[in-house]
């Protein structure tokens, strides 16, 4: 079983950056993909950006590619999302998201474990 703790949001200026984390407890981080996703208000959770086990494979929504970026360090039982240039539309509730695969999916479903969220605010 892997618990997730997302950290990092906050209230930032539009244009601004923001790093989020997500902490993953046990021993067999490295044997899971990651992913983020968030839910802005009143819509739907949506896939943000997706990581392999290895760090090797990244996948990104069209909306935050060349923006956003994902990585992890598995020594730290770490994956991270660090959001550039950020705009009011990315103003919502980050999760992160860990599935024990080699490679991520930008499908919710195929996730098994869930972080609490971590709120991000956009002000223009």
């Known amino acids: 079983q892997v618990q997730l703790v997302e950290s990092g949001g906050g209230l930032v200026q539009a244009g601004g950056s923001l790093r989020l984390s997500c902490a993953a407890s046990?021993?067999?981080?490295?044997?899971?993909?990651m992913g983020w996703f968030r839910q802005a208000p009143g819509k739907g959770r949506e896939f943000v950006a997706g990581?392999?086990?290895?760090?090797?494979?990244?996948i990104y929504a069209d909306s935050v590619k060349g923006q956003f970026t994902i990585s992890r360090d598995n020594a730290k039982n770490t994956v991270y999302l660090q959001m550039s240039s950020l705009k009011s539309e990315d103003t919502g509730v980050y999760y992160c998201?860990?599935?024990?695969?080699?490679?991520?999916?930008?499908?919710?479903?195929?996730?098994?474990?869930w972080g609490q969220g971590t709120q991000v605010t956009v002000s223009s």
């Open positions: 990581i392999s086990r290895s760090g090797d494979n990244t």
């Open positions: 998201a860990g599935r024990f695969a080699g490679l991520p999916s930008a499908r919710g479903d195929e996730y098994r474990y």
């Open positions: 046990g021993r067999t981080f490295s044997q899971y993909a």
